[in-house]
């Protein structure tokens, strides 16, 4: 091999390790600004300078991970394509740390949960985070002995390994995540999580209606019945002889049903609960409609709107319910009274926080859906 190619093969050697110590160093800002929105990340080594309103953060995210895209599928097909050409995998490396690197961390710290939400910065960062993740992932692949990566090395994956193709592909899936956030922009973010939450509770409604359509066997004993349907599934465990698919369905089988007797009431319980259950799929619905569609542009030009945190508690609340609904089902399935009321008292009042967030538009005034509004929480009381 000449000196000079084998000089260039240690120019990328020393350039890719730069990089990749590079791309460690800013995962981690990554991650403590996910972990913690709201607080300025303490793994770079000087302090954050406050965000530039006149950046757009999005805006420098999509063009960032566009950029990563493009330079990642060069390095991609550079180190696949013969003749190997360390000097030409240098030059986009060098183009990748110059620009577009930094520019993704950049954007993330310029998120300011004040100007798009913590909500959307902690997505941002986990995205971005995603992103280096996979291109230090596809850096490594960069071969140092001047060739270019056999078949085994480039398709697939072989003992555990991904091969350079499907390193890129993660890539690329991992930059179209930012880049969809980014053309979503944060009243579509929320949009999308709302219409997320809604479905949840949706398929939780559907499973408490079909639960209660079940009808019991009137010559067995509930109690006996669970502890039979325990038992004999232990022993087809014990034998070896239960598929996976049949031991899901025993033990989706064997919660109880509500006795024809229902000396506890557990019925109106259920009833009373479908109904709150209903009208809090519409307030996500409505919510979407009425508020998160008429949205102000992002970033606020009001540096002192309360926008952002408005979402950023909406979405604590509307987040929280799916889950406190889902309680109240396992608490209906166990046909427990005590918890039952408990957690049914919660979703009541988790709901009406929730409706109380959107009473008023986002310049704090009264509209249609106030109106709307105060139904919905009259309705929620009546049942």
Not at 130 to 146: F, M, W
Request: with cysteine.
């Amino acid at each position: 091999m000449p000196p000079k190619d084998t000089d260039a093969i240690k120019v990328l050697e020393s350039l890719v390790q730069t990089a990749s110590a590079l791309l460690t160093q800013l995962q981690a800002v990554l991650s403590e600004i996910h972990r913690a929105p709201d607080s300025a990340p303490s793994s770079s080594s000087s302090p954050s300078p406050e965000p530039d309103p006149k950046i757009n953060a999005l805006s420098l995210a999509h063009d960032s991970a566009s950029l990563i895209r493009a330079h990642g599928t060069k390095v991609s097909l550079l180190i696949i394509n013969e003749p190997f050409t360390p000097s030409a995998v240098s030059t986009v490396v060098r183009e990748l740390v110059a620009g577009p690197i930094p520019g993704l961390v950049s954007a993330a710290e310029a998120c300011a949960p004040r100007q798009y939400t913590g909500v959307v910065r902690r997505e941002l960062a986990w995205r971005a985070q995603r992103v280096l993740c996979e291109l230090q992932q596809l850096l490594q692949k960069i071969p140092n002995d001047g060739k270019v990566l056999s078949e085994r090395k480039r398709e697939g994956f072989a003992k555990g390994e991904k091969g350079s193709l499907p390193a890129t592909g993660l890539l690329w899936s991992a930059c179209d995540n930012v880049i969809d956030l980014s053309n979503l922009g944060v009243g579509g973010f929320f949009i999308q999580k709302v219409d997320q939450w809604r479905d949840i509770l949706n398929d939780v409604m559907q499973e408490m209606k079909e639960w209660g359509d079940e009808e019991p066997d009137p010559d067995s004993d509930p109690d006996q019945d669970s502890d039979s349907d325990v038992n004999n599934l232990s022993d087809q465990l014990g034998s070896q002889s239960l598929s996976t698919q049949a031991m899901l369905d025993s033990l989706m089988n064997s919660h109880q049903t509500i006795p024809s007797s229902d000396p506890d009431r557990i019925r109106p319980r259920l009833e009373t609960s479908l109904k709150r259950l209903r009208l809090v799929t519409l307030l996500y619905q409505a919510l979407t409609k009425r508020r998160l569609k008429k949205l102000p542009a992002f970033p606020p030009q009001n540096p002192d709107s309360n926008v952002p945190s408005r979402l950023d508690e909406m979405a604590k609340v509307l987040a929280k319910l799916p889950d406190s609904f889902g309680d109240l089902a396992c608490a209906f399935y166990e046909l427990q009274p005590s918890e039952i009321d408990k957690t049914m008292d919660q979703c009541f009042f988790d709901a009406f926080a929730a409706s109380e967030l959107f009473v008023k538009d986002w310049e704090d005034g009264r509209d249609e859906f106030s109106e709307w509004t105060d139904k919905f929480q009259t309705e929620m009381r009546k049942i």
